[in-house]
């Protein structure tokens, strides 16, 4: 499967844990994408990088998110001190460079719940 | 801000019978546009994207759509439905900076009837 991977499919923490997700773009894509999406709502962005640089974060990125890609391949999207509020579903993209085709290809995302 | 807005949060139809979503959106610059799909259990599919150039654009599985710039709309339609296009359905919009970051409206639950 060439496609995005995410890693783990599904995961329950208690509250206050941090937990980290990971995620596998296609691997000629340059940029990288992190959405969050809740029950009865549409994907949010939360950050997007471009190789390894992350040039924008959204407002909904607290200090207890952080975003790295470090080599420009892989990425992972850690959550510290898990609030019940952070239950969600964590959706990776990726696309090409190129002012021409921003079409993103998404992953099957990270089921997060905390209890 | 940049908003995008479908008109319907759950459409029930019968076979055979036609669908039109509707979705409009608020930003005053140039926008990329796209349909993304999810079917059950299974992940965001891109359903058709419009760039440029001719306003009605197809996509896969029968679906259009028509990007109607004077009323900043992109209203998806397919004029006979299945029993397999029962999936949740989600317009988004890219603006054309350096992101590129995809703003998806809340989505519409297709039930398509047997």
């Known amino acids: 499967d060439t496609g995005v991977s995410q890693d783990p499919r599904h995961k329950i923490t208690k509250r206050g844990q941090n937990v980290t997700f990971r995620c596998d773009p296609i691997?000629?894509?340059?940029?990288l994408y992190w959405y969050r999406q809740t029950l009865g709502q549409g994907p949010e962005f939360l950050t997007y990088?471009?190789?390894?640089?992350?040039?924008?974060k959204s407002r909904l990125l607290s200090d207890r998110f952080s975003a790295e890609r470090p080599k420009g391949s892989f990425s992972t999207l850690e959550i510290q001190r898990t609030e019940q509020g952070d239950s969600a579903m964590y959706l990776c993209a990726s696309s090409p460079e190129g002012s021409g085709n921003t079409e993103a290809f998404f992953g099957q995302g990270t089921r997060l719940t905390v209890v | 801000a940049q908003s995008v807005s479908q008109h319907n949060h759950h459409v029930i139809l019968s076979e055979a019978a036609s669908l039109e979503l509707g979705c409009n959106y608020s930003?005053?610059?140039?926008?990329?546009l796209f349909w993304y799909v999810q079917y059950p259990g299974q992940h965001l599919q891109l359903l058709l994207k419009?760039?440029?150039?001719?306003?009605l654009v197809k996509g896969i599985k029968g679906f259009e759509a028509e990007f109607i710039k004077s009323k900043f709309s992109f209203n998806l339609r397919k004029p006979s439905v299945q029993w397999s296009d029962t999936a949740e359905y989600f317009c988004?919009?890219?603006?054309?900076?350096?992101?590129?970051?995809?703003?998806f409206g809340s989505g519409t639950r297709l039930l398509v009837r047997p």
């Open positions: 419009y760039f440029s150039g001719d306003p």
């Open positions: 930003y005053g610059g140039t926008v990329n």
């Open positions: 988004a919009v890219t603006p054309r900076d350096s992101s590129y970051k995809l703003i």
């Open positions: 990088f471009q190789n390894e640089a992350q040039l924008e």
């Open positions: 691997s000629e894509h340059n940029r």
